[in-house]
């Protein structure tokens, strides 16, 4: 019982890499529209490396929980029959394609119009990335895995730190979007509805037990660290909310900082996500 800290190159892996999606759907989308002059799209690109920069992060992470990287191979023998082989297939695809992008667009080697096609399709990639990774984790015989819960919670890390790291690195390229505030309101109403699904599933754990082990159990903190994840995710937002409601808008460094909480929030909500992993035993009872 307790934290799943213990899976912490999983949580790394999941959150970092949910974390990417967003910031490429936010970056994607503003060069997709086009409306930037050539040095905008050009300081644009160049802040765009931090994304793959986390992504490898993500990944080195996910190879040191095979314990040997001579492993991380293997996870690929399976692909189109195992989840866990499909998850890493979609997220390398997904790295490959958006890199491969990057790197021709800092070389200026990019068409123009093949660019918008080719960060199309690296956001529906990055999309399925995450459906992949939800899919790893829908196990029958783990009943507090085996809900909606789970494919929610992958997807609003998506939106509540994906806003953030893309005005991060837009704010970083000089970039002031007049859909900024959009941007953000899609951040809180994440965080709300992840608040929403947090409160559900904790008063639905007490439903789910078996022969040996009852759910609510497993993490007897359940309560105190969603509201500490809850805290960190809020003083985050305020790092963007607080400046830009006084200012117009939220400096690189404050952006810097409510991204570093966000994520913290979002490995607490994680860290609890693992902790909850229990088999049925021989019967689930709820």
């Known amino acids: ?27 994607g989308w503003v060069l997709i529209k086009g409306q930037l002059t050539a040095r905008e799209t050009q300081a644009l690109h160049r ?20 314990g040997s990287p001579l492993r991380a191979f ?3 023998n399976r692909v189109g029959a195992s989840a866990l082989s499909n998850e890493i297939a979609s997220g390398s695809l997904f790295f490959a394609v958006g890199g491969i992008y990057w790197l021709l667009a800092v070389l200026h080697k990019m068409p123009p119009a093949l ?3 080719w960060l199309g399709l690296t956001i529906l990639l990055g999309l399925l990335f995450v459906y992949a990774m939800t899919r790893v984790y829908q196990i029958d015989t783990v009943p507090t895995w085996y809900n909606g819960y789970t494919t929610l919670g992958f997807f609003l890390t ?23 505030n959009v941007l953000m309101m899609i951040g809180v109403v994440a965080l709300l ?11 639905e754990l007490a439903t789910i037990s078996s022969s040996v082990q009852q759910a609510s159990a497993l993490i007897p903190q359940y309560g105190q660290l969603m ?12 790092c963007w909310i607080c400046p830009q409601l006084r200012r117009g808008n939220a400096s690189v460094a404050a952006l810097a900082l409510g991204l570093i909480l966000i994520v913290a929030g979002e490995l607490i909500g994680r860290g609890v996500f693992y902790g909850l992993h229990m088999t049925v ?4 009872a709820g």
């Open 1 to 27: 019982m307790g934290m799943g800290w213990h899976e912490w190159p999983l949580m790394l892996f999941t959150v970092l890499g949910q974390c990417v999606v967003g910031g490429v759907m936010v970056t």
């Open 47 to 66: 802040s765009m490396f931090f994304l793959w920069l986390l992504m490898g992060i993500a990944f080195v992470a996910s190879v040191l929980h095979l």
């Open 74 to 76: 293997n996870s690929l």
């Open 115 to 117: 660019g918008k096609l």
């Open 158 to 180: 998506v939106f509540i730190a994906g806003p953030m790291l893309g005005m991060l690195l837009l704010q970083a390229a000089g970039l002031r979007l007049a859909w900024r």
């Open 193 to 203: 509805i992840s608040l929403g699904a947090a409160m559900m599933q904790g008063s």
């Open 227 to 238: 509201v500490w994840r809850l805290l960190l995710l809020v003083l985050g937002f305020g």
């Open 281 to 284: 035993g021989m019967a689930v």
